[in-house]
């Protein structure tokens, strides 16, 4: 019941998402700001174990609280399309999430990263579109939809942020086959 109320006030007090952002900008933080101070070896790897323990952390802190919004907070598969437009936490998480374009170009999160995030939605929104019972996805997730043009275009080259990843993955990788990577669950 606690973690309930935990995540419904930092939903409704519209503090969840930017938590998470910042949580995800210090991750890409921790790498970017290491410098080489030229120091002796050894205070260089207790630098470098130092970071690698910090980033660890930061990432595990990621999964965890994105996984702690995301867990009551998206319905499960087969629900009723009219309890899931009334659930609250769905419609909030999805309209507090910016688009994937502003999570990359705006927050300067790295594409994985990003997908990482908006990983949740883009499953409950592909698996509703394949419901032969939903005739039409509601409104809050057909831009979450990841076969559709939006997502599929900032990966496969189209979009501002192509150049951070390499032009020669698309000859070897389908951009749908990238998209449904990253619908796929993790456990």
Known sequence: KAQSELRAVLLTSRTAIPLLLFIAQIRTRIIAGCSDDGGS?????QQLKLVAHLFDTSQEVLMQFTDFLVTAGLPSAGVDVA???TNNLTATIIDLMPS???LIDEVGLAIPVAF???RPIMREALIMSNNPEVKILPEFLRK???LGVPLESLVNGTGTSSGQLPQDLWTRL???????FWCLSLY
């Open 100 to 102: 994937f374009r502003v």
């Open 144 to 146: 979450w939809q990841p």
């Open 116 to 118: 990482q995030l908006v």
């Open 174 to 180: 389908p951009s749908k086959t990238y998209m449904l």
């Open 83 to 85: 309890a899931l437009s």
């Open 41 to 45: 070896s050894v205070k260089r790897e």
